[in-house]
């Protein structure tokens, strides 16, 4: 059995805009996280691996199975979009077996699966609840339930963090975690932290193309040399913010300590280990020293 997920020259037109552009990846068991700022074409992506929209060119497979045989693949995936909703006067129990029951699953089957589905979200106590007094983060992890049903081999989940607080954040990180034991999750987001604490593997991908895949490792050093932290007074400060690429300032008594992308730093600057969040804005393509990154 092959349970990658291979996307090989995937290419996606509307009209004038490219918004998929010869886009290859290969994705292994985990979480696999895709990150991009908006309009990168991360959605357009997830609808195509969803098979809600065709592509033009290219070719999707997993475990030999094409995507052009979409009754097959849709066997196969689970999906949580960003703006999950189930209709709220549903009880959590009610609306699992309602939607097993549309994915065509017997009333054993059924029944066996939401119990222990229910029990891996931590939702078992909340199952007689109505969909409408639940909070944001059980709301999420009553997507990823539904996500469940069916023993999907890839879970697609958009933008999975948004709207929730940081307590629910973590919860919903963990849980994400232990789906990916068994599956492929493929994680869409914009969010740098989601990446840097879960993810196995990462894609950037911008304006339609994929600029780098790899572990956090190896996209961390993608901006390795190019990332600089120096002390200032406050008087200098509107003067760097004009002329250097900023990453982060923080007061320190009477200074500012920056941090900035340049190819050639400042003088007085030191050289620091990039992070994920450094390495992505240099390759999403921030300006450095007045010149666009073409990577």
Same mark, same amino acid.
Request: charged share 25%.
């Given at each position: ?119 891996? #979200?931590?939702?078992? =106590?909340?199952?007689?609840?109505? +969909?409408?007094? &639940?909070?944001? %983060?059980? @709301?999420?992890?009553? !997507? ?47 969010? #740098?932290?989601?990446? =840097?604490?879960?993810?196995?593997? +990462?894609?950037? &991908?911008?304006? %339609?193309? @994929?600029?780098?895949? !790899? ?57 620091? +280990?990039?992070? &994920? ?7 999403? !393509? ?10």
């Amino acid at each position: 059995m092959d349970r990658r997920l291979k996307i090989d020259q995937v290419t996606k037109q509307y009209k004038s805009l490219k918004a998929l552009d010869q886009v290859t990846m290969e994705i292994t068991p985990g979480i696999f996280g895709l990150l991009g700022p908006n309009g990168a074409g991360k959605t357009t992506l997830m609808r195509i691996l969803t098979t809600v929209l065709s592509y033009d060119s290219g070719s999707i497979s997993y475990d030999g199975i094409s995507w052009e045989q979409k009754k097959q693949i849709r066997q196969k995936i689970g999906y949580l979009p960003q703006k999950f909703s189930l209709y709220k006067q549903l009880k959590v129990c009610e609306a699992l077996h309602h939607l097993a029951d549309l994915k065509g699953m017997k009333k054993k089957e059924r029944t066996e699966q939401v119990e222990a589905i229910l029990s891996q #979200v931590n939702l078992v =106590e909340h199952s007689s609840k109505k +969909v409408s007094e &639940l909070s944001g %983060g059980m @709301v999420r992890r009553l !997507g990823i339930a539904q996500a469940l049903l069916g023993n999907p081999e890839i879970i697609i989940v958009d933008e999975p963090t948004t709207g929730l607080d940081p307590e629910e954040r973590i919860r919903f990180r963990q849980l994400l975690r232990k789906v990916a034991q068994d599956a492929i999750v493929l994680l869409s987001t914009h969010i #740098v932290d989601d990446i =840097e604490v879960i993810c196995d593997q +990462v894609g950037i &991908l911008n304006r %339609g193309k @994929v600029l780098q895949t !790899g572990s956090l490792m190896e996209i961390q050093q993608a901006a390795q040399g190019k990332v600089w932290e120096l002390l200032i007074s406050p008087r200098e400060f509107d003067q760097y913010a004009l002329e250097w690429n900023l990453i982060a300032n923080q007061r320190e008594g009477e200074h500012y300590r920056l941090r900035l992308l340049a190819e050639t730093p400042p003088t007085g600057a030191t050289p620091v +280990v990039p992070s &994920l969040e450094d390495s992505y804005l240099y390759l999403i !393509g921030e300006k450095i020293d007045g010149q666009t990154n073409e990577l």
